[in-house]
């Protein structure tokens, strides 16, 4: 049974027994046209991009501790996040969930398959709006250390225990576009040197019901193709932390003990000339 993904049936069970705030991630648009009976729209979850100076996480920390706080999460309910479905929102929901635990929330799930599942289970929708009341929402600061900055990133390129893992599209990933908003959207195209490549996608798979993450074995499985074990010290990064955060979400599911996530990630890293970057076709690159 999954820690942290929770099926249409069991999150239906879960709202009815116990404090439970569930949070909605896609835009406003889709929300009204619909939602899970309670749900709060939160899209900034997905829209909001970060920069990984100290002011920029503690502006990170303030805003969605605000934000979560407003939603209703003292710490005594279970939270739950969710997207349209696991592949059409780039991460979404994996998004909240990460800036959820950056928080050090104690008690965080993640809806799988979405709302699309949810919908698909027969389940109930709405489109009335919810006032939540608000909370204050309770910071651990100690578990920001799920983050790093690019400073730590840049160290790590020069240390081949720490596997840099880049979970971007493959256009992206082969530096012919830098970013999923167009090719020209950041300054620059490539990865980070010495990265290695497992697309999101991966670690998910096709059911009847619409994409669903791999198991255990399946995920690990992924990783041992770019020498990734439990063991292995892994840094993600993808274009602001949405993408990653669906990998991140599998790599703890799977057992691998030291995850961390540069979130200011290729939109934070291509604009500073001052660091390195590999460019061109990878075969090219490592020739």
């Known amino acids: 049974m999954s820690a942290i993904l929770i099926s249409p049936p069991d999150l239906s069970t879960l709202i009815l027994s116990e404090p439970t705030v569930v949070i909605d991630t896609r835009n406003p648009e889709s929300y009204a046209a619909g939602h899970i009976p309670g749900a709060v729209n939160l899209h900034e979850i997905f829209t909001f991009l970060a920069t990984s100076t100290p002011e920029g996480y503690a502006e990170l920390r303030t805003r969605f501790a605000d934000a979560f706080g407003k939603a209703g999460l003292s710490g005594k309910e279970t939270a739950v996040i ?7 929102g780039f991460g979404q929901s994996c998004r909240g969930y990460f800036l959820l635990t950056f928080l050090g929330y104690p008690r965080i799930k993640v809806l799988h398959g979405g709302f699309a599942a949810w919908e698909a289970a027969g ?5 009335a709006v919810p006032e939540p009341k608000a909370a204050t929402f309770p910071v651990d600061e100690a578990a920001g250390e799920v983050i790093i900055n690019a400073a ?3 160290a790590a390129v020069e ?3 720490v596997a840099k893992l880049d979970v971007r599209d493959v256009d992206e990933w082969i530096g012919e576009s830098s970013s ?7 300054p620059r195209k490539g990865r980070i040197p010495g990265a290695k490549w497992i697309e999101w996608y991966r670690m998910m798979k096709p059911t009847a019901e619409g994409p669903r993450f791999k198991s255990a074995p ?8 770019v020498g990734i074990s439990p063991e292995t010290p892994v840094y993600l990064y993808c274009f602001k932390g949405a993408r990653a955060s669906n990998t991140f979400l599998a790599l703890k599911e799977a057992g691998v003990r030291d995850v961390k996530m540069y979130f200011g990630s290729w ?3 291509s604009r500073d000339p001052a660091l390195p970057i590999e460019e061109g076709h990878p075969a090219a690159a490592t020739a």
């Open 82 to 88: 969710y997207e349209q479905s696991m592949n059409s």
């Open 123 to 127: 389940l109930p929708v709405t489109t």
């Open 152 to 154: 730590a990133m840049l």
């Open 159 to 161: 240390d081949p225990a």
């Open 180 to 186: 999923p908003y167009g090719k020209d959207f950041c």
């Open 218 to 225: 399946e995920i690990l499985a992924e990783c041992a193709t």
């Open 267 to 269: 939109n934070e890293w």
